[in-house]
Protein backbone atom coordinates (compact mmCIF):
# COMPACT_ATOMS: atom_id res chain seq x y z
CA UNK A 1 0.00 0.00 0.00
CA UNK A 2 1.42 3.27 -1.18
CA UNK A 3 0.23 6.91 -0.45
CA UNK A 4 -3.38 8.66 -0.24
CA UNK A 5 -5.25 11.00 1.01
CA UNK A 6 -7.26 11.45 4.29
CA UNK A 7 -10.30 13.13 2.36
CA UNK A 8 -11.90 14.05 -0.96
CA UNK A 9 -10.32 17.44 -1.41
CA UNK A 10 -6.70 17.90 -0.36
CA UNK A 11 -5.07 17.31 2.81
CA UNK A 12 -3.94 21.50 3.48
CA UNK A 13 -3.65 21.03 7.14
CA UNK A 14 -1.34 18.02 6.96
CA UNK A 15 1.06 19.30 4.18
CA UNK A 16 4.09 17.61 5.94
CA UNK A 17 2.37 14.92 6.75
CA UNK A 18 5.29 12.15 5.14
CA UNK A 19 2.94 9.18 6.36
CA UNK A 20 1.48 9.47 2.74
CA UNK A 21 5.05 8.85 1.38
CA UNK A 22 5.47 5.42 3.25
CA UNK A 23 4.83 1.92 1.68
CA UNK A 24 3.58 -0.71 3.79
CA UNK A 25 3.17 -4.57 3.64
CA UNK A 26 0.46 -6.78 4.37
CA UNK A 27 1.37 -10.45 4.73
CA UNK A 28 -0.77 -13.21 4.71
CA UNK A 29 -1.55 -15.53 6.52
CA UNK A 30 -1.03 -13.31 9.44
CA UNK A 31 -2.66 -10.61 8.33
CA UNK A 32 0.12 -8.47 9.80
CA UNK A 33 0.98 -5.08 8.35
CA UNK A 34 4.97 -4.18 8.05
CA UNK A 35 5.59 -0.42 7.38
CA UNK A 36 9.20 -0.44 4.90
CA UNK A 37 11.88 1.64 5.17
CA UNK A 38 11.83 2.52 1.79
CA UNK A 39 9.50 6.05 1.36
CA UNK A 40 8.77 7.48 -1.68
CA UNK A 41 10.60 10.76 -2.56
CA UNK A 42 7.12 12.17 -3.17
CA UNK A 43 3.32 12.54 -1.43
CA UNK A 44 0.80 11.19 -3.56
CA UNK A 45 -2.73 10.45 -3.65
CA UNK A 46 -5.10 10.05 -6.56
CA UNK A 47 -2.70 7.68 -8.19
CA UNK A 48 -3.36 3.91 -9.22
CA UNK A 49 -1.39 0.78 -8.25
CA UNK A 50 -0.69 -2.15 -10.71
CA UNK A 51 2.10 -5.30 -10.01
CA UNK A 52 4.02 -5.79 -13.44
CA UNK A 53 6.11 -8.42 -13.59
CA UNK A 54 7.10 -10.74 -10.68
CA UNK A 55 7.80 -8.36 -7.89
CA UNK A 56 7.49 -4.86 -9.63
CA UNK A 57 4.66 -2.29 -8.32
CA UNK A 58 4.22 0.72 -11.17
CA UNK A 59 2.63 3.55 -9.78
CA UNK A 60 0.60 6.12 -12.38
CA UNK A 61 -0.24 9.43 -12.04
CA UNK A 62 -1.91 10.86 -9.47
CA UNK A 63 -1.21 14.67 -7.62
CA UNK A 64 0.49 16.07 -4.21
CA UNK A 65 -2.38 15.86 -1.93
CA UNK A 66 -1.89 19.09 -0.18
CA UNK A 67 -1.86 20.95 -3.77
CA UNK A 68 -4.96 23.20 -3.73
CA UNK A 69 -4.76 24.95 -7.67
CA UNK A 70 -2.73 22.16 -9.25
CA UNK A 71 -1.81 18.73 -9.38
CA UNK A 72 2.15 19.93 -8.53
CA UNK A 73 2.30 22.73 -6.16
CA UNK A 74 5.56 23.72 -8.71
CA UNK A 75 3.43 22.43 -11.76
CA UNK A 76 5.36 19.67 -12.60
CA UNK A 77 5.46 16.06 -11.14
CA UNK A 78 8.57 15.28 -9.64
CA UNK A 79 8.21 11.95 -11.67
CA UNK A 80 9.38 11.28 -14.61
CA UNK A 81 6.26 11.10 -16.83
CA UNK A 82 4.07 10.73 -13.88
CA UNK A 83 5.28 6.73 -13.25
CA UNK A 84 7.40 4.84 -10.74
CA UNK A 85 8.22 1.30 -9.87
CA UNK A 86 8.58 -0.06 -6.58
CA UNK A 87 10.09 -3.27 -6.71
CA UNK A 88 8.38 -5.20 -3.68
CA UNK A 89 11.69 -8.01 -2.60
CA UNK A 90 14.15 -5.51 -2.54
CA UNK A 91 11.76 -2.73 -1.09
CA UNK A 92 13.44 0.16 -3.55
CA UNK A 93 12.03 2.37 -5.53
CA UNK A 94 13.39 2.83 -9.63
CA UNK A 95 11.85 5.04 -12.40
CA UNK A 96 13.21 1.80 -14.68
CA UNK A 97 11.06 -1.49 -15.20
CA UNK A 98 13.55 -4.42 -14.66
CA UNK A 99 12.25 -7.42 -17.14
CA UNK A 100 14.89 -9.56 -15.35
CA UNK A 101 14.12 -8.96 -12.18
CA UNK A 102 13.08 -12.68 -10.62
CA UNK A 103 10.66 -13.70 -9.12
CA UNK A 104 8.52 -12.27 -5.67
CA UNK A 105 10.36 -13.25 -2.51
CA UNK A 106 8.88 -12.01 0.83
CA UNK A 107 11.31 -9.19 1.98
CA UNK A 108 13.47 -9.76 4.99
CA UNK A 109 11.54 -7.92 7.56
CA UNK A 110 8.65 -10.23 6.93
CA UNK A 111 10.64 -13.19 6.89
CA UNK A 112 12.10 -12.82 10.14
CA UNK A 113 8.75 -12.37 11.36
CA UNK A 114 7.55 -15.44 10.45
CA UNK A 115 10.65 -17.09 11.95
CA UNK A 116 9.73 -16.23 15.26
CA UNK A 117 7.01 -16.97 15.46
Not at 17 to 45: C, H, Q
Not at 71 to 100: C, E, H, Q, V
Request: charged residues 20%; contains cysteine; proline residues 5%.
Amino acid sequence: MFGGSTNSTTDVADAVDNGYMDVFILSMPAFKWFKTDAPSESRRATHFCQVIGQRQMLVIGGRDPSSNNSFWPNGADPWTRGLNIFDMTALKWTNRYNASAKNYEQPAMVKQYYMNQ
